[in-house]
Structure formats: structure tokens, C-alpha cells
């Protein structure tokens, strides 16, 4: 091959990955009206303040870093898949399971993180429970380095509070039933 065509190639392959870079063609999703932020801010502050009091009552941790991006979609989005209560239960306790076990068998290392965290991203499609915040669980398992009670302090006991809470706010201030399945 000579070096023209070589350049030629490098020239065309280069073209195809960054015109990639530019985006498809759709616009921009509508600004949300000012009662569904409302509703939304509402909704995500509710639930941390509840999930937080709750953890200075019990003197037990319930809260996870995850959790604020939980409520992001709960209260934001409540009719995507990722905002369903089976989706925020078993994704968050699955992850987190994924991450103690990773931890366990392989010890803290940065490469096991990356197991960890992918090992995760993968049993909750499997298992049709994919709640994208619930993904930074094994990052926070071994950043943390907790024992297995994370499992339920915060993991299931923070997740199931904000689920019923999902529950009981949405379908009071919305008129469309949540959750859309269980």
C-alpha cells in the first residue's frame, strides 16, 4: 500500500468517527412547564429529606450518593422503564450485591471497580431491572469498602423508602397512574 492510499484511508476513516461526534438530527427535548419542575423539585427534596431524617432517627446509614440521581428520574421522569419500582429496588440491591461480591473475591483493586461496575450494568439487563443510577453502586461499594449490611443499610432500606415515596407522590400530583408496571 502506498503512503497516499495509506493517508487516504486514515483521511476516511478519521471523516466517518468524528462526523459520528456531531450528533443525530432530532432537536431538543420541550422544556418541561413550570408545575412539572415544581412537582419534580418537590418530589426529589421529599424524598432525600425523609431517606436523611431517617438516617439521624435510626442512627443508621439509608443514604447512598445514587440516590439523588434516583430521584431525578423518579420525580422527573416517573413513566420511563428506569423509574419503575422494580427497576429502582432491584437494580440498586443488585448492584450493590455485584459490587460487595467483586470486592469480596477480588479484593480493592481499580481494575475490579471496572469489573464490578460492569458485571453490574449487565445482571440488571438481564434481569430487566436497569436503573442507571444504581450503575455508581459498585464505584461507591469500593470506594467505601463496606461489609455486607450495605446490602441493607442503605441499599434496600434507602431504595424501598424512595419507591414507596415515588408511589405515594406521584399518584397523588399526577393524574397518570405510577408505576406504569411492577
Same mark, same amino acid.
Given at each position: 500500500m502506498s503512503s497516499q492510499e495509506i493517508r487516504t484511508c486514515v483521511a476516511h476513516v478519521?471523516?466517518?468517527?468524528f462526523s459520528k461526534f456531531r450528533g443525530g438530527e432530532l432537536p431538543l427535548p420541550p422544556r418541561p412547564t413550570a408545575?412539572?419542575?415544581l412537582l419534580a423539585w418537590l418530589g426529589g427534596a421529599i424524598a432525600i429529606s425523609a431517606v436523611a431524617g431517617l438516617t439521624s432517627l435510626a442512627e443508621m446509614p439509608l443514604v447512598l450518593g445514587s /440516590? #439523588?440521581?434516583t430521584c431525578v428520574l423518579? /420525580? #422527573?421522569y416517573p413513566d420511563v422503564p428506569?423509574?419503575?419500582p422494580r427497576n429502582i429496588v432491584f437494580g440498586h440491591v443488585l448492584s450493590s450485591l455485584v459490587g460487595l461480591i467483586c470486592l469480596t473475591v477480588f479484593g480493592p483493586h481499580w481494575w475490579a471497580a471496572g469489573i464490578a461496575?460492569?458485571?453490574a450494568i449487565a445482571v440488571m439487563m438481564l434481569t430487566r431491572t436497569v436503573h442507571p443510577p444504581a450503575g455508581s453502586n459498585p464505584v461507591i461499594v469500593f470506594l467505601s469498602q463496606p461489609g455486607w449490611s450495605f446490602l441493607l443499610y442503605p441499599t434496600l432500606a434507602g431504595a424501598s423508602i424512595i419507591?414507596?415515596?415515588a408511589v405515594l407522590y406521584n399518584n397523588a400530583t399526577r393524574p397518570a397512574n405510577y408505576p406504569k408496571y411492577w
Open positions: 478519521r471523516h466517518r468517527l408545575k412539572v419542575v /440516590f #439523588g440521581a423518579v /420525580f #422527573g428506569f423509574s419503575q461496575t460492569g458485571t419507591m414507596i415515596l
